[in-house]
């Protein structure tokens, strides 16, 4: 028995994404052209409410690919149509092959890969804007390389940079290579 979807996408957005489907389908035949004509193969839903690193997901049993709920109202249809594209690639290779160099070139040939990188990077900013504004993202900086890492839980006061304790250090904790806050 399957069990009971959470965050199911409301009518509108489901339309909006098996529309997507249906297009990137025919635009991506090469790729894409094995697929079920019907999406009726692929539960949608949205993303845990507040997430902030991931910006959608697939998962393979069953079948799910999950969407943050604010890609539907960013102000440009290239954030969504991206989105579903790079999750669907996951689907065609299959969940062994991951982030590889096959993902890459599958990922990088598509025509409007350069214009969905660049409004990705926007949304991603975005995203990780509200989260800062409203308390649910933290950003630290490394005093010595200036490396800045942002958390979604508070990390311990003495935590140090491990590129810094290992590069300079042998691999030893160092007080000099305390993580500053930067909220």
């Not at 079948?63 to 539907?72: G, K, N, Q, V």
């Not at 890492?149 to 160092?174: H, I, Q, Y």
Request: glycine content about 4%; aromatic content about 10%; proline content about 5%.
């Amino acid at each position: 028995m399957i069990p009971k979807m959470t965050n199911p996408l409301s009518v509108e957005h489901l339309l909006r994404v098996r529309e997507i489907y249906r297009t990137l389908r025919h635009e991506r035949e090469d790729l894409f052209g094995g697929l079920p004509f019907s999406m009726s193969w692929l539960r949608i839903r949205y993303l845990k409410r507040g997430s902030i690193r991931t910006m959608a997901s697939a998962s393979f049993d069953p079948p799910t690919l999950s969407i943050h709920r604010d890609a539907f109202d960013y102000n440009h249809p290239i954030v969504l149509r991206g989105l579903i594209h790079h999750e669907l690639i996951h689907f065609i290779l299959g969940p062994d092959v991951g982030h590889s160099r096959l993902f890459s070139t599958c990922e990088r040939e598509w025509c409007e890969w350069d214009d969905y990188r660049y409004h990705r990077g926007k949304f991603v900013r975005l995203i990780e804007e509200h989260a800062r504004s409203a308390g649910r993202l933290h950003r630290y900086e490394c005093p010595n390389c200036f490396i800045v890492l942002l958390r979604t839980r508070e990390m311990k006061p003495e935590s140090a940079c491990s590129e810094c304790c290992e590069s300079f250090n042998d691999g030893v904790w160092s007080e000099s290579y305390i993580l500053r806050c930067a909220d």
